[in-house]
Each structure stands twice: as structure tokens, then as C-alpha cells.
């Protein structure tokens, strides 16, 4: 079934019926003592709220079993109170997503290179490192995950919490670490290409994502010990399956250590050689250009963002002559 | 051959002729352009200075291979400069501590207790673990150590480097710790004992000492990853050995990981649970309280001592009806 | 009169008569603009919200005046709103707790050892000080307290916030000193019986309780010195009365003085000497034993607690294997 | 016996006979083997290193009881190497600084203002105070101690640690804290006053000083409590017997206790009141005019000086259109 | 139009008609689903909510467009729920706040000394300044801006936030500063008088604000920049303009930069002559005494004031004694 | 004249005739009371320590007027103590560099790309800027400091204190801002270009430097102000010179503002637009490589190298397997 209704293009008066996800749905009594259904409906393009009244005691109970990323079909009127849109819900019925043939994308946030090209460009990379343990480290733990990645969050939430993100933030890191090599000639394209890949990838054993890559919160593991050093105990595996001296191991599992830098953000090492280094400043510049492009997004030139509590809780300035792309 | 001369009881004109073991040997040229030998030698009391003029080429060369460890038999005379002794050395020549006899407790600061009797109080509390998972990565651990544990410092420097000093610090907080459960009845002994006994283990891996207890550095991988991540790697392997459940593999790996507690110190996470976070104490306060009993020893009731770096840089005090034991 | 209803064990539909200390009562005016009475009312185990409709002029009046730690008697219906019980109350009436002889242990969160048996483990361990000077200084303070000591909580919030708290916390440091002595021989109990006693005395000055041991606030030199600096002020006419020397009367004031050890929680000096080090883990490892099991008490094996303040802001595990005492 | 020669005034090849004070003297051996005698030797304008070759044994045994604060005289010429002057002293005997009526004047750094008319400035301003008790309890503290205001440096080393310098750093807050009252007419004069004598006078018991006003280190009770804290507790007593009410003696001890501002520098309060709040201000702003002074004195205009240690590492500047005084 | 009645003077059951100043005005639907307006009204003495019920579209539509700063006529009665203060507002309509003459000192919070005095006092302390460069600086830049001066808040909030509140913090910096060049006489004057002047300029460019001084926000440059770098910059230009050589133009820029001392509060530069760190006490002791007065004002003695987030989230004291002024 | 001697290939007993720059150069008397000169002798390759023995009075005289960064024709021995090389100096006179014709790059520590290839690449770039204004400011820029930038460093020490080292820093800082357009395709290249090019040139005016890229210290306007702010006050009369608008005016400056980040570090903003946020990680990535690349020179494959200061005291690894260009 293709979407018709985008959240962001409902106009007042509207009459609609379409699918939406669910997040937040809650029976509530209103201050005339009546029942009534609250929801927040969502699709890729945004939220709104909805509210169905009279709901009697057999609906309300259905109702009241909808969780966060349930689908729901729903016929309603586009209303308006204090210049905020509103759906006054006339039905509204729980639906199978693949029963209907509901697209994603729709639905969901996504990062906004398809997931296989991305893992096709990365895999690609992996190809050309020329140490051949390196090679079979990141290559065994590609096909191994390979599922998961076509999905997988990058973050719980904030920067890359979307679908494919882990996926963005690697290919995009890559792609900006061979580039440095060209630069910066002391280094080794192997240990980036092979640190780059690697450095993130216990993410998915850190974070419960579903298919949707919508994080529902952390492993046990997640909490007890976290994705560096998830990543940097599995790599001791890896490292031996691919027959890599104990020197190259112990130089994989320090760069997946030392990636976040400092003590306070989880590394315990700082990093001790120039591709561990530049690691680092790959993970830092590709989750703060993410995180500018979000905030600076819908905002009007000549204006500031809201403050951005993960940038230190700047406001960010979009000029009057920059024209959205 | 049994020691008579202790540095610490020297006085001045005495003439000696002794074992002493070499820290900082080389050969020096004097103002008045003559070649001398410059050397500190200690053993279990303290270091004295000791110099041997008129070199020739042949002794300097055979002097200037003395590294640090080394043994020597020393025939000198105690003068005194400016209040501080020193040795006028007449003769001295290498010597083999083995072949020689030498009891290395007359040389080597070591802990107050034989290693074997420390040793068989760890097994012993080790046994007494009843999660039979828990109880075989303890004993698999000793065993498997028991040569290195024999002789092994606690540290490069600071607390507990000395001979034995790694058993030491374990025996006084699994004391320390199982007397805590008697008090903190929430607290299960199992979990309290293992962490214990493995919270350190990997400094084996990480430093690097000799068979006297005397660091002389750490090793790549002890630079790289230090001992609590070595510690949380190498738990992988024993959890599965003894094939303890991954809830308990992860726990376990989190008390070694969080024993630290502040990421400054090298803990990427804190305590999660009420024996991780005993566990921390327990290191914190027998780490202090060696601190303490080395800082304040020598020194005279009603005094400070010197300020101690690792202390913060604070003097202590002897209160002056403080009796040495 | 004996407690029959408590809040942990209402079910829905049931009708209760009994009595609940009041905590944060009002009368507030509905969405319908009829008046009604608004209030939480409390026993030992726990919180329930109650609303009581058609509130007439002259009974708005009374309940108005009713404050937190005042009783109530209710007869009431228990109902459930969005999965959240709710006293629906039909009468509600002040009691005087003492005439109508309810037994506050019901109602209040108290240590889980009766103060008379915790005041009486203390004042025997002052008994064992050989030295007469601190001896005295210690049960002087004890029984000059005694009365307050039955009921004040050890802290105004966080850890120890509960009837008897103060002597809880006293007790159990004064339990873990004296093993402490056992393993670490160089202390000397004289000095942590004395500073375990003496080290939260003048909370009594700082808090402002009822006999309750519920706290209201800080009194004003509570706010002005704090109880730390109360703490070293009073031992010097204390030490004094007890004929202590100059040395050990600073000594004693030391021992209060740094026992909160960084100067951002209120020590303007860090210990000097062993007993005055050990005092400040004696602390921390209690507030923290008793900070853990107040965390994880009601939560399910294999889950993580809320988040705590206190602790840094970190989620407690329960493992699943963990059964509750 | 008047002084002639200053060391800031000596010129190569004088030849000199003068009385210095001692520091920092020592029997040394040279490189040629001999003993020599080195000393520091100082006046009020600066230090100058002296050596005397050909020390015999009796002498050597003499001049090495001196000790710092001991007078000599000398009989040297001046010379220089590497373009620092150097005393070659020929003759050097101990003299009894009183017996010889020096001039201490001439010796020691101290305040620019004589002691007796700063005392006389401060008790004139404390007999201006309205409230009798707070007056008490100032002039009690000023006539106790007035023998030892006199030449009490205020600190042991920094700002003020010179004779007098006590005096100096109260008389010039308590100026301008008279001033403040005019601008900020919200202020109580009564308490600036009050504030301001009391803040630093247990300095008297932290610090040992001798009439020189020269400082040889903390007292026991200064070291494990601290001026501050030690003013706090004094107070108790001083203002008992002034008559204070327990509101205004807590209002002293906090004002005493706040006065630093930050917990890492010995206040475990913040100012909670005006007044309180003023003094710590009028009190930092002491030290840094003392420091800035002390640092730009000698420095050319258009130059910077060193980087000055109590002054964040700060080099200052003098402007080259700034005209010494 | 003279007011007759003030916010802070209002009784229950008062049948009330005057003006005041609109804060956050909205209309809302109540419980009841009908329509009504809902309004803070506010007057230099405090603020007051209003409603106004049965509000038509038409009325609905005018009342919306109500924005902050905007004047109503009001006509009400007051009443009172749960002790808070309400007016039942019967008539309001938008008013001309010139045409109706009314008298802004009625409305807004303002410096407690009128403009033209406070600008009078300034620039008759330029005058003094006896360096023909630094006083026409001064002037200009005071002539240039002399109408915003008059009615430029010294914040967006905080201190000296108000009409006026500029002008106030410079005035009263400058009473104290030349106060402190008597006290410490190696200051000079003149730096110290254009230091105070010249320091806060920019915020004129920093902050947008109206002619009640009430600030809307910052500026473009103000968030990009900071006062402190524009004042900086635009030194550049005043100082050619007034011939001041290079030295001078950096030392007055110099003084503009480091004046708020810590890097964290923006100065990159720590003050490097005394002047230049006499400014920033100045302006230190000036922002406190008026944060002090501000949250002391309303409590009564021997009370605590709410926690002031501006004062590292104090509690300032009232002593009983303390009259009000 | 060519050089033919390096320091780095010098060999134990060489006779050596070449020339050498000085660095730090001194008259000293020898424990035998004789004269010497003592000089550090330095060309492109290192550091050799020479002495010069009986040297009579005029001779000194001369030497002693010596200065770094002269040169020095030396005829010498290479002797050796304790594994150190040393030149036993025959004889020493001071030639002129010009006229002997000494080639500068022998002598220095240079860039490894030739200044004027470097100028090349960076003015190539500003020509692409499209933006008409910005490419006037850097144009302008580095035609007006051209002559100057052949040869200063980019630092007084640390990164970059090399002839070239600014034009080095600023070409790789460019060649991989364009790269990072390409991959972040959001970024605005003339931002880029006019970012980098113009972030650092003040660093012209903040440091002294000769015509050899030697750093003898800061100017008064480098302390007072430094570059940062020197930048961004001198980009307000360039942008003025380039037509540029407020809006873009304002934000250049930000940028040269904000580009070090950290407060603590000299940026009193940070960057609130993306070209922004990027400059300032191309800068540290450039750094951190630079300091990478010269802290492992020269040392051995499977080693750490010394701790780095810059680098939070880190110790770097040389993978054994990595092979020197």
C-alpha cells in the first residue's frame, strides 16, 4: 500500500485515511470525565498528535495494546488548536506491515545512501588492503554481519541513531580516511581502511536495534562493558581466525581502544600510533558534520539553531546566502 | 654466603667487605680528568653511594657492563661528606648470586609475608567458592600462574612493587574482603573472592620483572591495552574453559574493567553491581594503607613525613605517641 | 491500634478503613470547578495517591490544615486509573497519632535494627577505647545524644534518610573498622572506634528531624558551617572536658575534618595519618553498600535499575541468578 | 653599627667589610678536592653568593653551625664570573645581631609601612564598630596578639611573607573595604570591619615565624587544620566571652570559613551574606596588587617579567611610558 | 495617565480598572472547552496572571495578536485560589502607551539612580583622564552612544538587566575604582577610569534591546563574536581616531579581552598589568553585590533565600537583625 | 660553500673542518680552574656539544659575543665519554653566512616542501575561490605577507617551529579541507579555502621570527592579544578593503575566533557554522601528524618512543614491521 499523507504536508481541514507508526499511544480521561485514545502517529517526513474520543470499554482495551512501532491505519480530520496541527481520529485500526505491503522508508528514517551500495563500496575497501590478516579480519566480520548491518543504527540516539547508519558512518569515514593517506603519506591505508571498519562494529552486540533501526536500548553487555571494549575482546577471536601475529593484534584491539580518545568518553588508551590517531579524528569529524547537517536543518538563513545539547549545547548559524540543497 | 653488613647499620670509618646488589653503575670522569667508578649499592635496608678512583681501562670496561641487578662483593671503607655516608671502595668484583648463595631476602625489598603461605591462603578461599564455574577460573588462574604470582611486584612502582607484592595485595584484600561480607550480608563471597583473586591477574602480562620482584617496564601489549583490559580480554577464554554462562562471563569481565571505577584510572566503566563496587574499596584502601605504613615508616613521632606524590602530595603525621611495632 | 491496609498490598475494588501519615495534602479545584481534596498519603511501605470530591466549605478548611507527618484516618475505595491505584476516599479524618496508639513503625522507613540494640553495640566498642581521654570523649557525646541518636536519620536525602539512619551508619562503620584492624595491624582501633563515632555527631546540629526521623531542612549553621566544621568546632570544648592533650585534640578534629576527603564535598583537608585515611573509606563503603541494595531492592533479576543520582547517575544490574533475602 | 654596603650596590673589585644575614651556608669540597665554605648572604635589597677557600678544619667546624637567620661579618671583595657578581671573602666571623645593634631594617624584606601606625590604623577602625559585641571581640583579638602582629609575616611564602606583612594585607583590606561600604551602601560596616581583622588572625598559629618575620614552616595543628579552620574554632571561644548570640558568632566562623571561596582552597562554603562575600574580594584583591607589585618591581618599561608562579603562570608588562615611583 | 493600582498592593475582592504591561499572552481552551484569554500582567512592583473568560473569535482574534512589552487597559476584580493572587479580568483592551501618557518608571525594573546622573557621573570622571588619547576614547564613545546608554540593560538577564543597568554597573565600577587607585597608590587613574568605561561598550552591539531596556535577545555578532571580542575590534578604529599609539591601543584592547579573566567565561587572555586585573574585580564585586541585593530582597531575616543559580546555586542569609532600607 | 660534515654522521675521531650555526654559546671555568668555551654546534641534521680548552682573555672576549642562530668555522676532533659524541674544538672563528655563501638548508630545520611550491599550491586555491570578497582577503593577504611567509615557522616551538613551517601547516591543512568537500558535499569550498588560508596569518605579527624561520619569542602584541585575537581584529579593516558584508565579515572573524575550540585554549567561541567546525579538526589533525610524524623519527621498529609532551605525555609505537621512507 503507498503512502499518500506525509505528516509534514497535512493541511487543516484535510480529511485523510492512512497508515502511520505508532509511538506513545495511551488511554486518557479527559477533564469531562470521558475516555479517550492518545496517540502520536509518525512517518518519515515527522509526528502529530491524534486523539480519538468516545472510546468504549472493548476498544479501549485493544487500544491500549498498541506499542511503539506498531502500524496503524487511521481515517481522520486535520484540526488546528494554537497553531498546531492535530488529528481528530474517526477510526482507527492496528495493521500488519508486510501484510500490507507497507514500504519503510516511508515510515522510518534512513541514512541517505542505500544500504547495499554503502556496504558494497566498504567491502571494496577491505578488498584492497594488501596485509592479508588484516584483510580476512575485516572481511569475516563484514559477511558474518552483514544482516544486521543493512539496518543497524549507528547510535542509540543521537548522531547516525537511523536506519543504515552505522553503514553511513563507516562508508563516510572511509572515504575520508583513504583521502588523508594522500595527504598525510607516513600512514598505512591498511590500518585505516582495517580500524575504520572495525572501530564500530560491536555496536551491534552494544545496542538492541529492530529492523527498522530503531533502537530500543542497550544489551546487558552493552551496559557492563560497552562497544570499545565488546570490540576490543572479540577482535582477540578474529585476530587468531585470521592468523595475525600478536604485535597486529594487539594494534587492532589499541585503535578500537583508543577510538573515543578520552578517559571520560570510554578509551582507556590514548591513542599511540599515527593511524590510531587519525581514527579518532574520523569518528569525531563525521559525527560532528552529521550532527551540523541535522541541526542546521529547516533552519532559516540568517537564523540560529535551538541549542544543540550534544554540541555543547551551541546554537549553530545558518547564513542568510546559503541555499538548502 | 650470609650478609653481615646491612647499609642501613653502617658508621662511619667501619671497614666492610660484603655482598651488595648494583642499582645505577657507570664510569665517571672527575674534575682533576681521572676516571672513577660510580656506583649505588643496596640490599633489603636502604642504598649507599659508593666511588672506587683510580680506574684503568681494562676494570672500567669490565665495571661498565654492571646492570642494574647485578651482585657485587665490595671491600670499602664508610667516610662521610657533609653528613651523608659513602663508600671509598677499594675493591670489588662481580660476583653470582647463585653459585655464591646468596639469600635474595637479605637483598630485596619483599613482602612481610613467605609467598608460599599467602599463596595457599588465596587457593584455600578459592575452594571455598560454591559456583563451580566461578571456583575453576580462580583455580585454573593460580595454578596456572603459581611460579610467576611466587615472585611478582604489584606494580612498576608506587604500592606494593616490591617481591611477592602481587600476592600480597590479593591475600590482604581477600581478608579484608570476606570479613566485608560479614558485615554487607547483601554481598555474595563467591563473587567477592573471584573478583579478588582476578581483579590484578594480567599485571603479570603487563609488567615486566624478574625473578627478584624488580620491574624494569612494561610490555608492548601492557602499554598498549594495561593490565584491566589485558585482564577483561583474557577472562573470555578461562569464562569459556570453565564454562561459565555469558551473564557471568560479562560480570566477571565488568569487575576487572570497572575496579579502577574513575576513567581517569583506566576504568572505562563504574561499578554496576554491590560486589564491583566493594571490589574498588577494597583495592582503594589496601593500596592506601601500604601508602600509609611506607610513608610514615622511619619517620619520628610528633613529625610529617616527606609529601608523597602518589598521596596526593600530602604530608603525613606520626602522631609522638605513636610507638613503632 | 494495629495497621491492617498497606499500600503495597491494596487491590482494586477493595474497601479499606485504616490510618496513613499524610505527605503533601491540598485542596485544588477540578476541570468541572467543583472543589476537592488532593492528597498522598504513606505508611512503611510505601506511597498512594487519594482524592476525595465534594469537599464543602468548612471541611476544606479543616483538611487544609493538614501537614506532612500528620495521620489520618480513611474509609475508602481503591480504583485504578491508566494502571495506577487511587483511594477514591468517602471520610477522612486527623488522628492523633500517640491517643489513637499507632505504632510508628508502620508508618515510617527505619533502619533495620532497633536503635536501642544499635545505640548499645556503639557505647560497648566506645567502652573497649583504652585511652580514657577519648574513651570519655566518645561516651560523653553518646549519652548527651542518646535521645536524638534513637531516631535521627544519617542524611536529609540520598543514603541513611531514614529513622535511626544515623546510628545504622555508625554501626556498621564502626563493624567494618574493627575488622579492618584485624587485616591492616598498624591501626590503632582506639583511633577508628573514637573517629567512627565522632565523625557524623553534629549532623544532629546540621539536620533539623522529628521524632520521626524525617528531616525538613538544614538548620541555619547546618547551612553556614556544615556539620563538619560543627563537628571540629564542638570537639574542642569536648576534648577539653576530657582532658585530652593539644596533639590529640587536633588529631580527633583532623580525623572530622577530612573525612569527606575531596574539598568539593566539604574536607578543606585530606588525611594525615592512617586511622584518619581509613575513617573516610569506612564512610564511602557504607553509604554505597547502603545506596546499592536501597537501588536494586524491587528490581528483577536480570535487569538494570533506574538511573541514580547518587551514584554518578549509574543503572544497577541485578543478575538473574540473584534471589532476594 | 649602621650598614654601608647593600648588595644591590656592589661593583666589581670593591672591596667590602659589612654585616649580612646567613642563608643557606654549607661546607663543600671542590673539584681540586679542597674545602671551601659556601654561603648565601643577604640584606634587605637581595642575596649575593659568597665562597671562602682554605677552610681549615676548626673553621669549617664553626662556620657550620650557622644557620639561616644568623649575622656574619665580612670582609670580601666582589668579583664576577659569567656576569654575576660573587663575594670572595676573606675573612667571615658570627656576630650577635643585637650586642651589635644592626638595624633589622637593613636586613629583612618588610612591609612599607611601620607596624605600630598599621596596629594603631586597625584598632582605631575596630573601636569605630557600633555592635559591642563584634567590637569585643576584635579588640580582644588585636591586644592578645598585639606582640606578635607586629612582625608576622602573611604567609609563609607568596604575598605578604615579609615582617610585618600581616599587618600590611589586613590594614589595606580593611581600607578599601571601608570604601566598598560607600558604594555599596547595602553593606554593614560593623561586619566588613569585623570581617576583615578576624579573617586571617589564626595565620598567628598556622604559620611559625620568628621576629624577624620570617616563616620556617606550618605548626602541627596548622598543617592538619588550617588557618581558616583554626579561626573557625576560635571564634567559638572569643565570642562567648564577647556575649555574642549564637546567630552572630555562626555569622563570624562562616565569614572566617568562606573566606577563601573555593573548596580546593580551604573553604568548604561559598559566602552565603554580603559582607561575607565582600571580604573574600577585598581579600584577593590584596594579594594580587601585592603580587603584581612584587613582580613588575625591577622589570624595565615595554618589558614583560618571568612568568610568576601564584599568578597562573602569568608574565606581566610594564608599559614603557610607566615611571617607577 | 497616572497608575493607581500596583500589583504588589493588590487585595482579594479589589474592583480594580488601570494599565499594565503584557508578558505571555495566549488563548487557551479550558476543561470546560470553551475559549478564554489568559495573561501576565506585570508592573515594576511584580506580576499577576489574569484570565478573561468567554472570549468571542473576534475578541479571540485582536487578544492574540497581544505581544510582550504591549500595554492593556484592564478592568477586574480580584480573586484568590489556593492562596495565589488571580484577576477575573471583565474588560481589556490594547492602549498607546504615549498617547495615554504613561509613565515607563511605573512599569519597568530600572536602575535605582536616574540616567542623566549616572551618564553625568561618567563622563565627568572622562574628563579627568589626564592622557589627551585615552580621555577622547572615553568621550567619543560615550557622546556616540549617549541615547542607547540611557536605557541599555548591562545584561539579557542576570545582573544589571534592567532600564539603565548598563550605565549603573559602569558608574558604580567607576566610584569603586577610583576609590581603589587611593588605597593602591601604584595604580593609575587613568587606565583605570577608560578601563571601566570602555570595557562593557560593546554590549550595546551584543545585546538587542528596546527603550524599557528590556533585552530580546543577541545580535548576529553578539552570538558569533561576544562583546568582549567586539569591543576588542572596535578599539581598533577609537584608538587611530584618538592618535593613541600602538602600546596604548593593544593595552586598552588588552584590557577589554581579559577582563572576564577565566577562558571558560571568554577571556583568551589573562590580565598582565594592574590595572587590567584591578577591572576585573571591579566588575566581579560589582556583579555580586548586585546579585546579592537581588536575592536577598523579599526574604526575611534569619531566612534563606531560594537557591540563585547566577551564585553557584547558593542560598543567601538574612540575619534576624538586618533592617531593610 | 658546501657543507661536508653532518652532525648526524659524525664518527669518533674525525677530524673535522666545516662550518656550524650556534646555539647557546659561554665562557665557563672548569673544576680546574681554567677558562673554556662550552657551545652547542647545530646544522640541519642535530645538536653537537663542543668545548675549547685555554682560552686566554681577548679570545673569550670574542667568543662570548656570540649569539644563536651565528655561524661558525670549526676545526675539531670528535671524541666521545660515556657514548656521547663530542668536538674537542682546535679552533673556532665566526664567519659571515652571506658572504661565505653557505646554503641555509644545510643548517635549519626546514619544511620538507620548498616555500615557494607551497605559495604556489595555496594561491592556486585562492584563485578558486568564486565568492569574489573572500578571495580578495586572501589574495591580499598573501601578496602583502609573501615575503614573510617564505620563511616563518608556524609555532615559537612545538608543530611546525620550522623555516616553512606555517605556509606547510596552512598547504596540508587546504589539500585536505578540499577533500573533505568532497566527501562532506554540505561544505561551502570557498569557506574552506578562505578558513584555512587566513586562520593562522597573524601568527606573522604574534611571533618573532628571523629570515631562517628561528623563533626568538613573542611580541608585546602576541602576549597581550596572541593571534587569534590579533586576526580577528586586523580581518575587520581587510574585509572592509574587500567589499565583504557585515554578515560575512562577522563570520571570518568567527572562524579565525573559534578555530581553536577549547576556551583553555584561546577560543573564546566555539564554531557554530560547518566550514568552521571543520577547520578547526583540519588544524588538529595537522598538528597531531606533525608531532607524529616527528616524535617516532628515528625510532626503532617494536619500540615506544620518549613521552611527548604535546601529545599528553604519550609514548608512541613504531610497529616492527614498519618500514622508514
Same mark, same amino acid.
Given at each position: 500500500? =503507498?503512502?499518500?499523507?506525509?505528516?509534514?504536508?497535512l493541511?487543516?481541514?484535510?480529511?485523510?485515511?492512512? #497508515?502511520?507508526?505508532?509511538?506513545?499511544?495511551?488511554?486518557?480521561?479527559?477533564?469531562?470525565?470521558?475516555?479517550?485514545?492518545?496517540?502520536?502517529?509518525?512517518?518519515?517526513?515527522?509526528?502529530? /498528535?491524534g486523539?480519538?474520543?468516545?472510546?468504549?470499554?472493548?476498544?479501549?482495551? /485493544?487500544?491500549?495494546?498498541?506499542?511503539?512501532?506498531?502500524? $496503524?491505519?487511521?481515517?481522520?480530520?486535520? =484540526?488546528?488548536?494554537?497553531?498546531?496541527?492535530?488529528?481528530?481520529?474517526?477510526?482507527?485500526?492496528?495493521?500488519?506491515?508486510?501484510? +500490507?505491503?507497507?514500504?519503510?522508508?516511508?515510515?522510518? !528514517?534512513?541514512?541517505?545512501? &542505500?544500504?547495499?551500495?554503502?556496504?558494497?563500496?566498504?567491502?571494496?575497501?577491505?578488498?584492497d588492503?594488501?596485509?592479508?590478516?588484516?584483510?580476512?579480519? #575485516?572481511?569475516?566480520?563484514?559477511?558474518?554481519?552483514?544482516d544486521?548491518?543493512?539496518?543497524?543504527?549507528?547510535?542509540?540516539r543521537?548522531?547516525?541513531a537511523?536506519?543504515?547508519?552505522?553503514?553511513?558512518?563507516?562508508?563516510?569515514m572511509?572515504?575520508?580516511?583513504?583521502?588523508?593517506?594522500s595527504?598525510?603519506?607516513?600512514?598505512? &591505508?591498511?590500518?585505516?581502511?582495517?580500524? $575504520?571498519?572495525?572501530?564500530?562494529? +560491536?555496536?551491534?552486540?552494544?545496542?538492541?536495534?529492530?529492523?527498522?533501526?530503531?533502537s530500543?536500548?542497550?544489551?546487558?553487555k552493552?551496559n557492563?562493558?560497552?562497544?570499545?571494549?565488546?570490540?576490543?575482546?572479540?577482535?582477540?577471536?578474529?585476530?587468531? !581466525?585470521?592468523?595475525?601475529? +600478536?604485535? !597486529?593484534? $594487539?594494534?587492532?584491539?589499541?585503535?578500537?581502544?583508543?577510538?573515543?580518545?578520552? &578517559? +571520560?568518553?570510554?578509551?582507556?588508551?590514548? &591513542?599511540?600510533?599515527?593511524?590510531?590517531?587519525?581514527?579518532?579524528?574520523?569518528?569525531m569529524?563525521?559525527? !560532528?558534520?552529521?550532527?551540523?547537517?541535522?541541526?542546521?536543518?529547516?533552519?532559516?538563513?540568517?537564523?540560529?539553531?535551538?541549542? $544543540?545539547?550534544?554540541?555543547?549545547?551551541?546554537?549553530?548559524?545558518?547564513?542568510s546566502?546559503?541555499?538548502d540543497?
Open positions: 500500500m =503507498s503512502k499518500e499523507f506525509y505528516v509534514n504536508n493541511n487543516v481541514n484535510d480529511e485523510i485515511a492512512d #497508515c502511520f507508526m505508532v509511538k506513545g499511544a495511551s488511554i486518557k480521561v479527559g477533564a469531562n470525565h470521558k475516555t479517550y485514545f492518545d496517540v502520536t502517529l509518525c512517518d518519515r517526513s515527522g509526528d502529530i /498528535n486523539k480519538k474520543w468516545d472510546v468504549d470499554e472493548t476498544e479501549g482495551a /485493544n487500544l491500549s495494546k498498541l506499542s511503539d512501532g506498531d502500524f $496503524v491505519w487511521v481515517k481522520a480530520t486535520v =484540526s488546528e488548536w494554537n497553531g498546531i496541527k492535530q488529528l481528530r481520529i474517526i477510526k482507527v485500526k492496528r495493521i500488519d506491515s508486510s501484510s +500490507e505491503g507497507l514500504d519503510m522508508q516511508d515510515y522510518i !528514517k534512513a541514512a541517505p545512501e &542505500p544500504s547495499d551500495s554503502m556496504y558494497a563500496f566498504i567491502l571494496d575497501k577491505a578488498q588492503i594488501k596485509d592479508e590478516g588484516l584483510k580476512k579480519v #575485516c572481511i569475516d566480520a563484514l559477511e558474518e554481519n552483514k544486521r548491518l543493512m539496518y543497524y543504527p549507528g547510535a542509540m543521537n548522531h547516525h537511523e536506519y543504515g547508519g552505522l553503514l553511513y558512518h563507516t562508508k563516510r572511509l572515504d575520508m580516511g583513504l583521502r588523508a593517506c595527504v598525510y603519506t607516513d600512514l598505512d &591505508p591498511d590500518w585505516v581502511i582495517c580500524g $575504520v571498519i572495525m572501530h564500530d562494529m +560491536e555496536k551491534l552486540n552494544e545496542i538492541e536495534a529492530n529492523e527498522l533501526g530503531i530500543s536500548g542497550y544489551t546487558v552493552g557492563l562493558l560497552g562497544h570499545i571494549v565488546l570490540g576490543t575482546i572479540r577482535m582477540e577471536e578474529r585476530a587468531k !581466525k585470521a592468523g595475525l601475529s +600478536e604485535e !597486529k593484534t $594487539v594494534m587492532l584491539q589499541h585503535m578500537i581502544l583508543a577510538h573515543h580518545y578520552e &578517559p +571520560e568518553y570510554g578509551s582507556p588508551v590514548r &591513542p599511540m600510533f599515527p593511524e590510531a590517531e587519525l581514527l579518532h579524528y574520523l569518528d569529524l563525521d559525527a !560532528k558534520m552529521f550532527d551540523f547537517e541535522a541541526a542546521l536543518e529547516g533552519v532559516d538563513g540568517g537564523h540560529f539553531s535551538e541549542r $544543540v545539547r550534544t554540541l555543547d549545547n551551541r546554537m549553530l548559524y545558518k547564513p546566502f546559503r541555499k540543497k
